[in-house]
């Protein structure tokens, strides 16, 4: 049996953000802007991001799709250099892109020379994207961490600075702990998923009458390229940030 959702079926769906505006209003949140703002943006954006990929998906051109693969990535990393209050915006964003784009291309590289995936937009695109928000979302919390850290050791940092240490040896536990903390929601996510949940690409398989058997063998595949692209996001990311928190002289700076 197909899914079919028409437009009544999405209205009486969008009820549902009813729920969160009450929620927020009546416990005094302040998010209702927020909630609608996004709300909004989400049903322009999919609509506009639907169009397009029927159109890319047709003409089934190889450099297109690396053009729409390059531009998730470069917005993933827009949004990633946001993260960090402490690192300069162009160094964030360089950062990020390099970070980003190798975990994302390492992955697609071993998924479509194993033979997992073929190099076609209707393959490429979606996995682009969920290895990019993945990678986008450890990445940031690497960042976060690395301002958190660095400000709240700060003093064992310099004590160990003045000792004679090299600012890789003065962040070393610094660096392992961000790393730590960017790959630790997806490892989490790995532990429970099947049991706890049914991720996107496996619901959706189902939903549109695959085996399940199938469909967890997709999913697996799923959570292995998670895995590779946090991990190789995470730690690019950090060693080539760390360096930022310093001065030419190897002054701390936060």
């Not at 703002?37 to 990929?53: K, T």
């Not at 496996?202 to 292995?224: C, E, N, W």
Request: with cysteine; glycine share 6%.
């Amino acid at each position: 049996m197909n899914l079919a959702v028409n437009d009544l079926s999405l209205l009486f769906a969008g009820l549902l953000v009813v729920v969160a505006l009450v929620i927020s209003y009546k416990e005094k949140l302040g998010f209702i802007k927020d909630i609608i703002i996004s709300v909004c943006r989400a049903i322009i954006q999919l609509i506009v991001v639907g169009y397009l990929l029927k159109y890319v998906f047709q003409v089934d051109n190889k450099l297109l799709t690396v053009v729409m693969a390059a531009v998730i990535v470069m917005n993933a990393a827009l949004n990633a250099a946001k993260r960090s209050q402490q690192l300069p915006k162009q160094t964030g964003f360089w950062v990020s892109l390099i970070a980003i784009a190798s975990s994302t291309g390492v992955t697609i590289g071993v998924l479509v020379l194993s033979g997992a995936i073929r190099f076609i937009p209707s393959q490429i695109i979606p996995i682009s994207g969920m290895i990019a928000s993945n990678s986008m979302v450890a990445i940031g919390l690497c960042y976060r961490n690395l301002d958190s850290l660095f400000h709240d050791q700060r003093q064992a940092v310099l004590e160990k600075l003045a000792l004679g240490a090299t600012i890789k040896q003065a962040s070393q536990s610094i660096v392992r702990a961000s790393i730590r903390t960017g790959m630790a929601p997806t490892i989490d996510s790995a532990k429970t998923v099947g049991i706890v949940s049914l991720p996107g690409m496996m619901s959706g398989l189902i939903f549109a009458g695959v085996d399940p058997v199938h469909a967890i063998k997709y999913q697996i595949m799923v959570t292995f390229m998670l895995l590779s692209a946090t991990s190789i996001g995470s730690v690019l990311a950090t060693y080539l940030a760390y360096k930022s928190y310093y001065n030419e002289r190897r002054q701390l700076i936060i």
